[in-house]
């Protein structure tokens, strides 16, 4: 026949096993407790470093500043600084395209006297001497062609008697 | 109700009573903290048992007075003594639950088992129940008196292992049996009732209990097998031993119990027919 484990005796308590993990989760408890207090101390002493380390730079900052503004203010330009400037404006005119626009254009009853390249001011002023002033149109249409703004102008055209002559001026700048 | 046993007073006794004090003032004096105590207690009877012998045994009218002589004999037990406690079949008893349609989660069963309880086994609605997981149809539960369990949960307290039926005592030092094939049965006369155990193979069809009420087991034993129409060759049949007393020693392999007869033995099939 077959035996029946029927069994009605309440689920008896393991005092003991439950005596030792209790010890054990409060030992886990200590341990861990330990720990994160340690943590916590030490973040807090890494956050009072950090905070001290950033003040500083932004003392040092302040006083990098500070020397920085007080270079400025007694700064002077030198003797040479306005020599440079101008060496450095004549060594950035451009002066190969200016002639090389005068070469390639020529209209008939147009002639070049005088060529005044200013590299200070960016500009050429062009003397010449034309028939009539057709012709002299022409001659600054042609020098204009090809440019995305006109870049030459009629400054001052005269005749007396029977010599024309006329100044158009070239912005470089 | 009348007592035998270290309570007891009746002149006719008193040698018995004094056998029983000596065994217990022997343990007392021991180191008897892991030894384990066996009682059994009903209506009308308990027994206690410490180290294979009878310390108690009473005869006791209902569950007020079995607790008490119970409780009394607890009290002289060694301190740190388990305890194991087997109940009769009128405070636990084993009934089958019907095959019902719809039943279908194991869920469902305990619900249907302590509804069926009251009818089922006479037992007061409410009673715990322990389903067996053994067999599916139909399937074995067993109920134990919710006073009962109360009360012996209350006297046992923390040194208490275990709260059996004592007929399930029975079928464990029963087995193996050499009828567990085929048809065959297990009765089991404890002080007030005949539990029945038929079984086919290892499922059991019948699980029923029936009051003595002072007549002979056998008789209604023998009543009942008619009634189940279940041939009586191969049930046996295992008896409380309502006169042990304090000093015996206590029966092996069940507790309490008489001298187990078997239905196949022919000394046995004897004593039957006569």
């Known amino acids: 026949m077959r035996a029946l484990t029927v069994e009605f005796a309440p689920a008896r308590r393991p005092v003991a096993a439950l005596a030792i ?33 950033a003040q500083e730079a932004a003392r040092l900052r302040a006083q990098l500043r500070e020397r920085a503004d007080r270079a400025a203010a007694s700064a002077t330009a030198p003797a040479y600084a306005r020599d440079a400037l101008a060496v450095a404006k004549t060594a950035a005119f451009p002066m190969q395209p200016v002639l090389r626009s005068l070469e390639t254009v020529a209209v008939d009853g147009v002639l070049v006297t005088a060529i005044e390249l200013n590299a200070a001011r960016g500009g050429a002023d062009v003397t010449l001497a034309f028939d009539d002033y057709k012709a002299l149109l022409a001659y600054l249409e042609l020098l204009n062609e090809g440019e995305p703004a006109p870049r030459w102008s009629l400054v001052r055209a005269e005749a007396s008697g029977a010599r024309r002559q006329a100044v158009i001026r070239a912005t470089w700048s | 109700m009348w007592w035998v046993g270290k309570r007891g007073t009746g002149s006719s006794r008193d040698s018995r009573d004094s056998r029983g004090l000596r065994g217990l003032r022997g ?40 607790l008490a002589a119970l409780a009394a004999g607890l009290r002289e037990l060694p301190r740190g003594t388990r305890l194991r406690i087997a109940v009769g079949g009128a405070v636990c008893r084993p009934f089958l639950l019907p095959e019902i349609d719809g039943a279908a989660g194991d869920a469902e069963w305990p619900a249907i088992a302590a509804a069926l309880v009251e009818d089922a086994t006479g037992l007061p609605p409410g009673s715990p129940v322990w389903l067996d997981g053994g067999q599916t149809s139909p399937r074995l539960a067993v109920a134990i008196d919710a006073a009962w369990l109360r009360g012996i949960e209350a006297l046992g307290g923390r040194a208490l292992d275990s709260i059996r039926p004592w007929w399930a005592l029975a079928i464990d030092a029963s087995t193996p049996s050499p009828f ?29 209990t029936y009051p003595l009420e002072g007549e002979a087991p056998q008789a209604v034993l023998s009543r009942a097998l008619v009634t189940h129409d279940w041939p009586d060759e191969a049930v046996r049949l295992i008896e409380f031993d309502a006169g042990a007393l304090p000093g015996q020693p206590v029966s092996d392999p069940l507790p309490f119990s008489k001298t187990v007869h078997r239905a196949s033995d022919p000394s046995s099939s004897k004593e039957r027919a006569a």
Not at chain 1, 21 to 27: D, E, K, Q, S
Not at chain 2, 184 to 199: P, R
């Open chain 1, 21 to 53: 993990w209790g010890a054990v989760c409060a030992l886990m408890a200590i341990g861990l407790g330990t720990a994160a207090w340690q943590s916590w101390t030490h973040r807090q002493a890494v956050a009072a470093r950090a905070a001290s380390d």
């Open chain 2, 180 to 208: 567990s094939a085929g048809l065959h049965g297990l009765a089991v006369a404890d002080s007030e009732m005949l539990v029945l155990l038929l079984a086919d193979g290892e499922r059991y069809r019948v699980a029923q």
């Open chain 2, 27 to 66: 343990l007392r004096g021991g180191h008897a903290a892991s030894r384990t105590a066996i009682a059994y207690a009903s209506d009308g009877a308990v027994r206690l048992a410490l180290g294979g012998v009878t310390q108690v045994a009473s005869v006791v009218d209902g569950r007020e007075a079995a």
